[in-house]
């Protein structure tokens, strides 16, 4: 068990800096499916900076080795069409401030929280729905013209924002969390030092 959590100046500066990305993002994901670049940039810079400040050379090479995990994960994630620009900025800002450690435990809890959230989704929507309405809602293929003849054309952006289960911002900001109190409570080095 770590040594009792001392509220020192970094680790009060981490959790404000890291609640209010987490918090606003989830925020704006969840209700307008956008994370916006006013929130991701500074928080970015931002980074850098705590990082630099509190940590010196270690914190700044920390810091570019959770960038690089985190935003290069996601960056080719989106080239490839699996997840939006937001969670990019998303990722690549967070992981700044987290290190390399800290950003893949955030990565996979949360890959954890979106496959359960997506399966709890998927069976409320089949209860109550049916199957059929909820294949149609959220499958790309099986699109049908009037006369029930396939339809092949390429989606809009807002076609596949519908089809989106969930806000992807929402699960990193619970993995976010849950690690920051684990950090407190049971995982070594306490305040999460790099």
């Known amino acids: 068990m770590p040594a009792e959590f001392q509220w020192t100046i970094h680790a009060i500066v981490f959790l404000i800096g890291i609640v209010a990305l987490t918090g606003v993002a989830a925020w704006t994901d969840t209700w307008t499916r956008r994370i916006p670049n006013w929130l991701t940039l500074p928080m970015f810079a931002l980074g850098w900076v705590y990082q630099g400040i509190f940590f010196g050379g270690e914190g700044l090479l920390h810091g570019l080795q959770g960038f690089a995990l985190g935003f290069g994960t996601f ?38 929280f979106v496959i359960l959230g997506t399966a709890a989704v998927m069976i409320y929507e089949a209860l109550t729905r049916g199957v059929r309405q909820t294949q149609k809602k959220y499958l790309a293929t099986g699109k049908t013209d009037a006369d029930g003849k396939p339809v092949f054309k390429a989606e809009t952006i807002e076609q ?23 950090n407190l409570t ?9």
């Open 186 to 194: 049971v995982l070594k080095n306490g305040p999460l030092n790099p």
């Open 75 to 112: 960056f080719v994630l989106w080239l490839i069409g699996g997840g939006g620009g937001g969670d990019v900025k998303l990722m690549g800002a967070l992981s700044v401030w987290l290190g390399f450690k800290y950003t893949l435990y955030v990565m996979v809890l949360s890959t954890v």
């Open 160 to 182: 596949k924002q519908g089809r989106r289960i969930m806000a992807y911002a929402l699960p990193v900001a619970l993995a976010t969390w849950l690690m920051m109190l684990a």
